[in-house]
Nanobody, 122 residues
Framework: VQLQASGGGLAQAGGSLRLSCAAS????????VGWFRQAPGKEREFVAA???????RYQDSVKGRFTISRDNAKNTVYLQMNSLKPEDTAVFYC?????????????????WGQGTLVTVSS
């Protein structure tokens, strides 16, 4: 499956952005999908994930601000980001794993999109 992440850009602190992860090649529905991010000089870290049954999990720092969802009919997973903070600035990646259960570990994901840059100004 090929993944295409989009929706990044520049936002002010307190603002919102919605990222999209579109899949092609295969239907998305049997896969768990995650969002990760990587800030300059830092390791890639888990942000949010959704299982095939729409069970979700989040990194503690984004709980209550970010929402992950999926639209299987459109083969797309979204990450709605509200109340953005400058520390959210990073390249965001979506990833899929050949399992119905989600995971917060980078190594559990088989397929990766190219990343989309999110910059939050203070």
């Amino acid at each position: 499956v090929q993944l295409q992440a989009s929706g990044g850009g520049l936002a002010q602190a307190g603002g919102s952005l919605r990222l999209s992860c579109a899949a092609s090649g295969r239907t998305f529905s049997p896969y768990a999908v995650g969002w990760f991010r990587q800030a300059p000089g830092k390791e890639r870290e888990f942000v949010a994930a959704i299982s095939w049954s729409d069970s979700t999990r989040y990194q503690d720092s984004v709980k209550g601000r970010f929402t992950i969802s999926r639209d299987n009919a459109k083969n797309t997973v979204y990450l709605q980001m509200n109340s953005l903070k400058p520390e959210d600035t990073a390249v965001f990646y979506c990833a899929a794993r050949s399992s119905r259960g989600s995971s917060s570990f980078v190594t559990d994901y088989n397929y990766w999109g190219q990343g989309t840059l999110v910059t939050v100004s203070s």
